[in-house]
């Protein structure tokens, strides 16, 4: 009798570990049928979706982005560290503003449309500046209308300026946390 209560026993834990497997599973297919599990947002969530859990993630469709809920608020949002976003705006030949979610340590620009001038900017760097590598192959500093880092919560990222931000040019960036 006590081998059958050690094998009944036994069969209850496996049935136990096949619901278990189970119920992972479905979860598994349920975050697969909702894209891999993350929810997307164009743009930072940040004061717009409440998290569904804490460890939630979201992908920010505007900005490449990841973020995570550290909370159950709407403002629990913050950005994944360590990845660097890539991403392109239309130069207008004034400011433009990039809203990444976080402020970046470093960026780094390029003129898609022709091709002809990189600039550079590092958090050790004053505002506004940037390093110019240009097609002829000179670098200079720019001492001013570079690249700007915005500190301002929930509008974390960095503004691109004039100088950079040539009218009707497509302008690739990378930026760093």
Same mark, same amino acid.
């Given at each position: 009798?006590?081998?059958?209560?050690?094998?009944?026993?036994?069969?209850r834990?496996?049935i136990?570990?096949?619901?278990?497997?189970?119920?992972?599973?479905?979860?598994?297919?349920?975050?697969?049928?909702?894209?891999?599990?993350?929810?997307?947002?164009?743009?930072?969530?940040?004061?717009?979706?409440?998290?569904?859990?804490?460890?939630?993630?979201?992908?920010?469709?505007?900005?490449?982005? #990841?973020?995570v809920? !550290? @909370?159950? %608020?709407? +403002?629990?949002?913050?950005?994944? *560290?360590?990845?660097? /976003?890539?991403? #392109?705006?239309?130069? !207008? @030949?004034? %400011?433009? +503003?990039?809203?990444?979610?976080? *402020?970046?340590?470093? /960026?780094?620009?390029?003129?898609l449309?022709?091709?002809?001038v990189?600039?550079?900017?590092?958090?050790?760097?004053?505002?506004?500046?940037?390093?110019?590598?240009?097609?002829?192959?000179?670098?200079?500093?720019l001492?001013?209308?570079?690249?700007?880092?915005?500190?301002?919560?929930?509008?974390?990222?960095?503004?691109?300026?004039?100088?950079?931000?040539?009218?009707?040019?497509r302008?690739?960036?990378?930026?760093?946390?």
């Open positions: 009798m006590s081998t059958t209560n050690i094998t009944n026993a036994a069969l834990a496996q136990v570990s096949g619901e278990t497997m189970l119920g992972q599973l479905a979860q598994a297919v349920r975050q697969v049928l909702r894209g891999n599990g993350n929810r997307t947002n164009a743009g930072n969530p940040n004061g717009v979706l409440t998290p569904q859990n804490r460890g939630e993630r979201v992908w920010d469709t505007t900005n490449s982005r #990841e973020f809920a !550290t @909370g159950l %608020t709407n +403002t629990s949002w913050f950005p994944t *560290t360590g990845v660097p /976003v890539t991403a #392109e705006v239309s130069g !207008t @030949g004034s %400011t433009v +503003t990039v809203n990444l979610g976080f *402020t970046p340590s470093y /960026v780094m620009t390029l003129n449309t022709d091709f002809d990189q600039y550079e900017w590092t958090d050790t760097m004053a505002n506004g500046t940037a390093i110019e590598h240009n097609k002829a192959g000179s670098i200079q500093q001492a001013s209308e570079g690249i700007t880092p915005i500190t301002t919560a929930g509008s974390e990222g960095f503004q691109i300026g004039t100088t950079i931000s040539e009218s009707s040019k302008i690739a960036y990378v930026a760093h946390p």
